[in-house]
Each structure stands twice: as structure tokens, then as C-alpha cells.
């Protein structure tokens, strides 16, 4: 099948990439791929999970954690600059969610196939001649870093390839379905940080500089820097778009801002799962992977309705029926799918086909459409999602513009009042466009969806925090804790809080900070790059936008093995277990590995087989994965990990994985392994099961051996059992 997938990349570079980037830019008007061969060595699938729980009957969600490293050759020029450039060779790593559906009584059974990447994968390119392309007029403004993120980013959830497999299917409901839901972050306060910054060369300990980063897929939020203070209080309000569970999570990292480099100050993951089955948490959450810290977030899950019934307990709600601002917090979601146009005058110059682009905006929002060339006849198939604050008042504006020359082809404007009047609040039919032809006409289909916080019913005795759970995907390198989370009271020694506007009642933030924080105190992510954020009417909670672009992540300056509390929790746990008899050669299990090192690949190869004999954190027994590190290497993308096996102390994993280090280096390395227990995100039973230390200055590297390891607290003293 490889060399027909081959055939299929061949055809999409040189009939649809290769003329999207002609038309870019005047300077690219040149530019062809020369030569384009993918490489022999095909994509490979370590594992396959299969969803059977929150999922729709008619649809199928599978799970790929694929490989791909490709010594591929794609050569590229660009005549007008004599410029050639290329890529050597391809690594791409993450896992891809694969839906079938609708699953429909007729052959082939499945109406058609969507992928798409959860998070950013990981994505490495050898380029050759990467200096020249970027000193090309146009390109002189990206980097190495940039591109990738684009091309990373471009695979991560909203954006999804859809192959339709039956006609009757409605490919463009496939490609853009609307988001499960909305997901409302009150970024709240934290307490009691690790003071990063020190003075007199480290003898006098100083406070830090916190500030935190959110995640919801490619969706990235920066609050605002809270300068010298170890219980900062940001008080900030972000809106994200949630299109798949299971699988999404949020991801929070708190950091110290410094001149030079950023320290790490902690981190969280939830999974979004659980948070739908709550509506809505108010919590002080344990930081991971650090001593200390806590934070206090308000999640709120808000469902879309299809009616208006609820719109003006939505706008009381969030105040918005009494003030006249076009943003703050969000009532409604629109969500727009642009499909074409027709008839689209000519622009400046007669009997010339125009480059159309679509330029839409809502309030402050406005977003637009990728470039058709040369037609007047384009057609776009996108979709747009805009944050609406109040849609009584606000209008949807539409205007069609020439790139090529820069004029207006024609505009009209939408109230999205009229959406309310409208039948499951949803439009679908051509608009004519005004100041254009006679004849111009734009297709889209456009529906509104109320935000509402819906209540479950829930029995007498029942605790929420039980049921918030640790995603299985969950970051390694996690510090492990069996502390009790803090209830969501404040210490005493903390200030009163007073309600806010506009925010619900259980928003709290001080006076003290009220005073403090400017008014439009606005998030950037990254620094160099415009800021955008609005002021809640009346308030100094920051809402910013959802796509943000997303710089290189911030290596991870802590990992399990610098952290002695887990090993201290361990060691607890022996005691317990071990209750006054002698535990065995082996008290906390073992791990089978093969480790060798591929000189044709120039990669080491690790193969995680099995453990046996775990000790067990429940009455179920334990829910165990392995993290490995090559060391002394602990940023993310270092990171490699298996999947979780559920209620097992024997778990078979036959996962393999690698490292890109040739033999001399890895000689010099040691690998980190770490054997978790995933439990549940408040309860007790999480945390490290066993720790493993492999020095690889071995002669045998490059024959490899398969081998039994004695797992112990702190990794220290392994030795081969088998």
C-alpha cells in the first residue's frame, strides 16, 4: 500500500500545493518541486485503542499512536532567485484520532473517514538548503522553528482531512462538525510557588514572576505576568472550543518569567471528560512535578443549544443585557461555514479573474478566508467559529476582497437577530452581495448556538471530586502525590474575596487585586507577536483569543528523578504493604526491555514487553504505563511513553520506541525509566510504581539484549533479573 500512498502525496504536491504557493506571493511565481520521493521506509502504527464509552452509535473512534522517519528527497527552486532548496529527510510522532462515520445498512458500512492529530505532533525536518529559501523576498520573515509549528499545527484539531466514501454523505457537516462544547477557564489564583529568583548568587532566596500557559488542543492562552509574588491572582476568563472527547484535555504550565529562560513553577492536566459530566468544578488543585503550589481554577462546561429559550438567562448571567460592549463574556457561538461564491465582478482590471479572499468579523473578532486564485467562481469549504457576546445586538459582516489588487468585490451584513427568528437558529442559502455584480452571490451556511450551563441532577452523597479523573494520555515526568487536594476555601490568612461583575456569583477575586492589575491587563503569546484581548465590562478578568500562535515548548526543568518526594511516597507505600513481613528479591516488580542501537537508522531502540508483579495502589490493583527519558534529556518531546493498562499488576505492553542519538553519543546517556500508576485525578491512587537507571556505556548496545529489570524507589540500583 506504501507506494501508492506515495503516489497520492506526489499528485497532492504538485497539483495543489506547488499552485497554492505560486499564487502566495509575486516572488514565488517560479517556484516547482524538482523532485519529489517520499522514501521506501512507511508509516508505522505502535498501537490502535478503540473507543466504547461517550461515543455516538453511528460512529467509530480509533485512536493510532503512529512513526513516521522517512529518509524522503524533496527538492524544490525557485528559478526567479536562483534559489534550490529541499528536505533530506521526515520524523513525525503523536497519536492520530481516525472517525468512522456514519456507519450507514448499506456497503461499504462506513460513510466516510476523518483524521486528524488531538494535540501537535511531533514533527522534525532535515532541510537542505534552508538559508537560501528564507533570504527569498517573502520568506525572509520565517524561520526554521515557525514552519514547523505551521505545518504542526495546520494537522491539530479543528483542521481534518474527511474522505467521503458514499456520495449521499454531507461532506461539509463531516469536515466541520460543531464543537461538543464550550469550555469556560476561570485562571483563577495560585498559592504557596516555588520562589525561582535569587540574589547574592543564590544565597538569598527571592520570590518569582508566575505567570501561566493553558492548552485546549492547538488553542493556547498566556495570562498576564504577576511580578514578585509566590500567591499571584490573575483572575483571568478564557473561552475554548472543545471538538472531540473522549481525548482532549487541558493543559496548564506555570512558569517564573525571566530576562533569559523561563523556570517552571509546576503544571496540571484535566480531563475534559470529566468536567462535562460536572458542568462545572470550582477547585484548588496539587501542582504536578513540583514541592509545592497549588492552584485554584473555575471550570465551566457550557453546552450548545440549538434554541433561544434560554438566551436572555445566558445574557442576565453574564451581565450582558444591561451593558452595550461587543465582547466579554461569551452568550452564543456562531459558526460559519463558507462554501463558495458566484459571479464576482472583475475587480480593477476588465475581463481580469480576481484572487478572492473572504474578510468576516463579528465585533472586535474578525477572521478570514484563504485565497482563490484567479476566479471569480471560488470556492473556499472553510470553517469559522467567532465568540459572540450578546447576538441581539451584534451583526455578522461579510466583505469579499481582491488580494491581487486590493478592492472590494462586495459585502453584505447579517444582524444576528435574524438568526434567532430562524429555525434551530441556523441559515443556509446564498446572500446576495452588495457594491458587486448584478449577479454575485456568496453560499454559507451559518448557525448560532446559546452557551448554557447545564446542572446535572446528582444524588444526595454524591462528591464530585471522585469523579474527576487523570486523563490516561496523562504528562509524564509528573510529580506524584497522595496529598489530599485542598478545598476550595481559601486559608485564613488569605484576603476576603467579594463578588465581581460581570461574573457569576461564585467568582471571587480581592479588592487588593482589583486596585493592582490594570485595567486591559491583556495576555501575549509569544512577545513579538500583536496582543489581542478585551475588558470584562467592569471587571480586570482578560479574555483572550483562541488561536494563538504556539512558540517551541518550554523544556521541562523537573522530572521524577529530581523529586524525592515520590520516592518518599514510595517508600511509604513498601512499608504499608510489607506490614511487618519480608517482601521478596523483587518488592516492587520488574520490567522486560530490549535496548539496542540501529547504526542503519542511527536511532536506539527500546521495546517496552511487559511488567510483572507490580504492587498495587487499589483493591483493583493499579492502572500502569512506562515513561522513559533519555537522559540527561527531560524536555517534552524527549518524552516517550506507552499507553495505560487498566486493572492490571501484569501488564503487556510491546510498545517500541526510539531515540535519534548515534552510537558514540548514547554511550554518554542513561535511560530514565519510570513505571506509573495513572489513578484518578483528586483520589489517592496515583503515583510512581518503580524506577529504573540503565547506563548504556555497554560494548553490546549494538547487538541488543532483551532483559528482566528489578524495579526499585529511586532507580539507583538496577540489576538485570533475567
Given at each position: ?15 495543489t ?5 505560486r ?7 517560479t ?28 460512529q ?5 499512536q503512529?512513526s513516521?522517519v ?8 525557485i ?12 520524523q513525525?510522532?503523536g ?8 456507519l ?15 494535540r ?20 525572509n ?18 483542521n ?29 489564583e ?13 544565597i ?5 514572576d ?7 488542543g ?28 473522549p481525548?482532549?484535555e487541558?493543559?496548564?504550565e506555570l ?16 480531563d ?11 477547585e484548588?488543585?496539587?501542582l ?11 471550570l465551566e462546561?457550557?453546552?450548545l443549544?440549538?434554541?433561544?429559550e ?54 472586535h ?7 482563490r ?10 470553517n ?10 451584534q ?5 469579499v ?9 462586495g ?6 437577530s ?31 448556538r446559546?452557551?448554557?450551563?447545564e ?9 464530585h ?33 467579594v463578588?465581581a ?30 496582543r489581542?484581548?478585551s ?7 482578560s479574555?483572550?483569543p ?6 517551541e ?22 512499608r ?29 531502540i527500546v ?41 492490571t ?14 552510537l ?25 510504581l518503580g ?10 548496545l549494538?547487538?541488543?539484549?532483551t ?6 524507589e ?9
Amino acid at each position: 500500500m506504501w507506494p501508492f500512498i506515495c503516489q497520492f502525496i506526489e499528485k497532492l504536491f504538485r497539483e495543489t500545493i506547488e499552485p497554492a504557493v505560486r499564487g502566495a506571493n509575486n516572488h514565488l511565481s517560479t517556484f516547482s518541486f524538482t523532485k519529489i520521493d517520499i522514501g521506501h521506509q512507511p508509516l508505522r502504527i505502535n498501537g490502535v485503542k478503540v473507543y466504547t464509552e461517550n461515543v455516538d452509535k453511528r460512529q467509530i473512534i480509533l485512536d493510532l499512536q503512529i512513526s513516521f522517519v522517512g529518509n524522503c528527497e524533496i527538492d524544490l527552486e525557485i528559478k526567479r532567485y536562483f534559489c534550490r532548496a529541499g528536505v533530506k529527510s521526515i520524523q513525525i510522532h503523536g497519536t492520530m484520532r481516525v472517525i468512522l462515520e456514519p456507519l450507514i445498512g448499506d456497503m461499504p458500512l462506513i460513510g466516510a473517514l476523518s483524521l486528524f492529530f488531538l494535540r501537535k505532533p511531533l514533527l522534525e525536518i532535515n532541510w537542505t538548503g534552508l538559508t537560501n529559501l528564507l533570504d527569498v523576498p517573502g520568506l525572509n520573515g520565517l524561520s526554521d522553528t515557525i514552519i514547523l509549528d505551521i505545518i504542526s499545527n495546520y494537522l491539530v484539531l479543528p483542521n481534518r482531512i474527511t474522505v467521503p466514501l458514499v456520495s449521499e454523505v454531507q461532506i461539509a457537516q463531516l469536515r466541520f462538525p460543531i464543537p461538543k462544547g464550550v469550555l469556560r477557564i476561570h485562571f483563577i489564583e495560585a498559592q504557596d510557588l516555588e520562589g525561582k529568583d535569587t540574589y547574592l548568587k543564590g544565597i538569598v532566596k527571592g520570590k518569582s514572576d508566575p505567570y501561566g500557559i493553558l492548552r485546549v488542543g492547538n488553542q493556547i492562552f498566556q495570562s498576564k505576568v504577576i511580578k514578585e509574588n509566590l500567591n499571584p491572582k490573575w483572575n483571568e476568563v478564557y473561552e475554548a472550543l472543545v471538538y472531540e472527547h473522549p481525548g482532549q484535555e487541558l493543559e496548564i504550565e506555570l512558569f517564573d518569567e525571566d530576562p533569559d529562560k523561563d523556570d517552571f513553577l509546576g503544571s496540571l492536566m484535566i480531563d475534559l471528560i470529566e468536567v462535562e459530566k460536572e458542568r462545572l468544578l470550582d477547585e484548588w488543585f496539587t501542582l504536578d512535578e513540583v514541592s509545592k503550589g497549588k492552584l485554584h481554577l473555575k471550570l465551566e462546561w457550557l453546552t450548545l443549544m440549538p434554541t433561544a429559550e434560554n438566551l436572555d438567562k445566558v445574557l442576565t448571567s453574564i451581565r450582558a443585557d444591561k451593558d452595550q460592549a461587543n465582547d466579554g463574556l461569551s452568550s452564543a457561538l456562531l459558526i460559519l461555514y463558507l462554501d463558495s461564491a458566484r459571479n464576482l465582478p472583475s475587480g480593477k482590471k476588465i475581463n481580469s479573474n480576481p484572487n478572492p479572499l473572504v474578510l468576516l468579523s463579528v465585533g472586535h473578532k474578525a477572521q478570514e478566508s484563504k485565497i482563490r486564485y484567479k476566479t471569480n467562481e471560488p470556492v473556499w469549504e472553510e470553517n469559522f467559529t467567532f465568540f459572540v457576546h450578546n447576538p441581539k445586538r451584534q451583526d455578522l459582516e461579510v466583505e469579499v476582497r481582491d488580494e491581487q489588487h486590493q478592492c472590494s468585490l462586495g459585502n453584505f451584513k447579517l444582524p444576528l437577530s435574524q438568526l434567532l427568528e430562524s429555525e434551530d437558529l441556523t441559515m443556509h442559502q446564498r446572500f446576495h452581495l452588495s457594491n458587486s455584480g448584478p449577479n454575485s452571490t456568496i453560499n454559507m451556511k451559518i448557525a448560532l448556538r446559546v452557551l448554557s450551563l447545564e446542572k446535572p441532577a446528582r444524588s444526595p452523597d454524591h462528591q464530585h471530586s471522585a469523579q474527576v479523573k487523570r486523563p490516561s494520555l496523562s504528562k509524564d515526568a509528573r510529580k506524584s502525590s497522595f496529598k489530599p487536594q485542598v478545598p476550595v476555601s481559601p486559608p485564613p490568612d488569605s484576603n476576603k474575596p467579594v463578588p465581581a461583575s460581570p461574573v457569576t456569583d461564585s467568582d471571587k477575586k480581592t479588592e487588593t487585586a482589583e486596585k493592582s492589575q490594570p485595567p486591559n491587563a491583556s495576555p501575549q503569546w509569544p512577545r513579538d507577536l500583536s496582543r489581542s484581548s478585551s475588558s470584562l465590562h467592569a471587571s480586570n478578568f482578560s479574555y483572550s483569543p483562541s488561536h494563538l500562535s504556539v512558540k517551541e515548548p518550554t523544556p521541562s526543568i523537573a522530572s521524577d528523578i529530581s523529586l524525592p518526594i515520590a520516592t518518599q511516597e514510595l517508600r511509604q507505600r513498601l512499608r504499608q504493604l510489607e506490614n511487618g513481613t519480608t517482601l521478596g528479591q523483587s518488592p516492587l516488580g520488574q520490567i522486560q526491555l530490549t535496548i539496542r542501537h540501529s547504526s542503519q537508522r542511527n536511532k536506539l531502540i527500546v521495546v517496552v514487553h511487559s511488567c510483572r508483579n507490580l504492587i498495587a495502589f487499589s483493591e483493583e490493583g493499579s492502572d500502569p504505563y512506562v515513561r522513559m527519558y533519555l537522559l540527561p534529556d527531560k524536555r517534552r518531546s524527549g518524552r516517550r511513553k506507552t499507553h495505560v493498562s487498566k486493572k492490571t499488576l501484569n501488564p503487556v505492553f510491546d510498545q517500541i520506541f526510539d531515540f535519534s542519538v548515534s552510537l558514540p553519543e548514547v554511550q554518554r546517556r542513561t535511560l530514565d525509566v519510570a513505571v506509573k500508576n495513572s489513578g484518578g485525578f483528586l483520589s489517592k491512587d496515583k503515583g510512581l510504581l518503580g524506577k529504573l537507571l540503565i547506563p548504556l556505556a555497554s560494548e553490546e548496545l549494538a547487538k541488543g539484549w532483551t532483559q528482566w529489570y528489578d524495579l526499585t524507589e529511586d532507580g539507583t540500583r538496577p540489576h538485570g533479573a533475567s
